[in-house]
């Protein structure tokens, strides 16, 4: 069965460092793979789109990887601050499908000062 | 934000009373989907709809009905409420719903107790 998997232990960094989330997924052929943010009682914002024959998708202090040989997808904040602390959700769409993405449970990301 | 809302924000209701829950947007998407985000779960789709009164089920759709007799407005239903409803609604929009690179908007979310 298809599955996306995001760590579910939440992420604790310090105030400049680099935030690495990870999102996995088995039985997709994903034609892209987004990265939303989620604040506690609201709803998800879009952050990254990347398409699966792109490796690489940069805005501003966020970076998103895709490996599809790994199936795989990284996400990086840079320069990381207490206020990109939030949830964050992979969702893939699959090709050949209606483009409607599935969305992983999103991993919980604390930045400390 | 865009322009999503969603009615009631918030609802208590017993077992077995219907409910219906309202979102309404202004940005003229042609689609919309109903999700429930549930700890654990993450977010799943209910229903969606490409079009005034076009509608299609989505990965948890059983126990619940949606309509959509106008672009901007899309109605989830829950017919007789269970308390494996009680969940947090958020209702979204996307401008195609069939392209790779169309993103969806989320609205604020309604949270529905069911006891």
């Known amino acids: 069965s298809q599955k996306i998997e995001q760590n579910s232990e939440a992420l604790n960094i310090q105030e400049g460092k680099t935030a690495t989330l990870t999102c996995n997924y088995t039985?997709?052929?994903?034609?892209?793979l987004q990265w939303y943010r989620q604040d506690p009682g609201r709803g998800p914002v879009f952050l990254l789109l990347?398409?699966?024959?792109?490796k690489e998708k940069r805005k501003e202090r966020l970076k998103v990887t895709f490996d599809t040989t790994l199936k795989q997808s990284l996400f990086h904040i840079t320069a990381s601050q207490p206020a990109d602390s939030a949830t964050y959700l992979c969702?893939?769409?699959?090709?050949?499908?209606?483009?409607?993405?599935?969305f992983g449970r999103g991993t919980s990301l604390i930045v400390h000062p | 934000d865009a322009g999503i809302t969603q009615s009631p924000r918030h609802k208590v209701t017993e077992t077995g009373t219907p409910v219906t829950l309202r979102c309404h947007q202004t940005?003229?998407?042609?689609?919309m989907y109903w999700y429930r985000q549930d700890p654990g779960h993450g977010l799943r789709l209910i229903h969606y709809?490409?079009?005034?009164?076009?509608?299609d089920k989505g990965e948890v759709s059983d126990g619940y009905s949606v309509s959509r007799s106008k672009t901007e407005d899309f109605l989830l239903t829950l017919e007789s409420a269970t308390s494996s409803q009680t969940s947090v609604y958020f209702c979204?929009?996307?401008?195609?719903?069939?392209?790779?690179?169309?993103?969806?908007?989320f609205g604020p979310g309604t949270r529905l107790t069911v006891l």
């Open positions: 990347i398409r699966e024959n792109e």
């Open positions: 969702a893939l769409a699959a090709s050949g499908g209606s483009y409607i993405p599935t």
């Open positions: 979204a929009i996307s401008e195609t719903g069939r392209s790779a690179t169309d993103t969806q908007y």
């Open positions: 940005e003229n998407h042609r689609y």
């Open positions: 039985n997709y052929s994903p034609a892209y």
């Open positions: 709809s490409y079009g005034v009164k076009d509608t």
